[in-house]
């Protein structure tokens, strides 16, 4: 039994990756105000939205092990660079949002444990972040290790606080029926789908499994993992927002603070419960700042044809810009006095801008026979992958009129 359990975690890798790239803390900051608020109400958009991942995970995982050239290297042979800049640079923007959010948790986190100001502390984690992408050896391998053990540890903590807190079961079951709501809450609706369904990180799969080695062999492997990578996120989405329905909404906390966010884990571990949320919120903010600026960068760099692989310069430049540029906003946020919560929120869904572009990408190069051969996509996942392209379509359109009005207001 031990050992079929390490030969599952060793088979294991992209999939954990690209969960605690999501998993960061605008993940946890938006599922947290989403359950003090809404209750177990919005569980079902985690449905659906996980669903979503999923298929276009597999996509770019099928493709992963059927090819060594990158897809977005197949994308401009097929249909023109042009489009691969326009799928990398989208990549880019949405990698800058999440970026965004990390620095804000990095330092909503550290600012609970030591009182020093939220906007000082990028100043100090983003070169850290940068020396490690520059010179870490076999950085794939030390991400994988890093964030298996972040999503676990995670995960655990809040499924172990949930047998003592006894949440309210079928009101949680009832959470998973869709039910109409209000364009009131639609920000954060957007910022749950947005937080679950990352184009981004799914097109990133397929550079992940190439890099694993992983051929056609392997495919079903990868899809599996994949699909436990995903089940993985929508999991720890769906704890939060039952831990925060079952002890932050029946006190009205409304949550604008990391330290209003542990009150979860407070029956738990008491009153240490600040002290080890913040940590958490810190190691989930950090690995996610790390991978998703790597992520960003790299696709950037292959959209423009200037190389793919983290061995090579301007993948590494464009990730450090990502990283620089993050930092900046967030100590422009912290300094302005604006509310960090309320941000941290706005990141996560501004961050589905830019994600239709790249589904169209996945779906193009998946369709095609040429590309794909027998893998190509069936009926059915073409019919699921439009779903979640429609669904992404709808709330980028109400997002961005939410997104002028608010950058009008300023």
Known sequence: MIQKIKKFFKAIG???IVAAVVLGPGSITTSTKIGAVQGYDFLWVILIAGVSMAIYSNMSTRFGVLHEQSILGVIAEKYGRWFSMIIGISSFLAALSFQFGNNLGVGMGMETITGISAKLWPLLFTPLA?????????????LEKLMMFMVILMISAFVVNLI???PDIVASVGGFIPKPFSMDNFSQLAAIVGTTFVLHCAIYQSYLVQN?????????KGIRDSNFGVFLLALMSVLVIV??????????????????????????LGSYAKYIFAFGFIAAAFSSLLVNAVIG???????????????E???????ALILLVGMGMAMYVASDGGSPVYSLILAQGSSMLAVPLIAIGLLLI???????????????QNILAIIGFILICVLVYIMYGKLIGYFTAM
């Open 366 to 380: 998946t369709n095609r026979k040429d590309v794909m051969g027998e893998y190509k996509n069936t009926l059915f």
């Open 313 to 319: 310069k301007m993948p590494k430049a464009f990730t």
């Open 212 to 220: 694993k080695g992983w051929k056609l062999k392997e495919m079903k």
């Open 243 to 268: 831990t925060a329905a079952a002890t932050l909404k029946p006190l009205g906390i409304t949550v604008n603070s990391a330290a209003d966010m542990a009150m979860q884990l407070e029956v738990l």
């Open 130 to 142: 940068i020396v490690l992408i520059f010179f870490a050896k076999n950085l794939y391998k030390t």
């Open 14 to 16: 992209p999939g954990f």
């Open 297 to 311: 960068g790299g696709l950037l760099s292959d959209g423009l044809g200037l190389g793919k692989s983290m061995d």
């Open 164 to 166: 003592f807190i006894k």
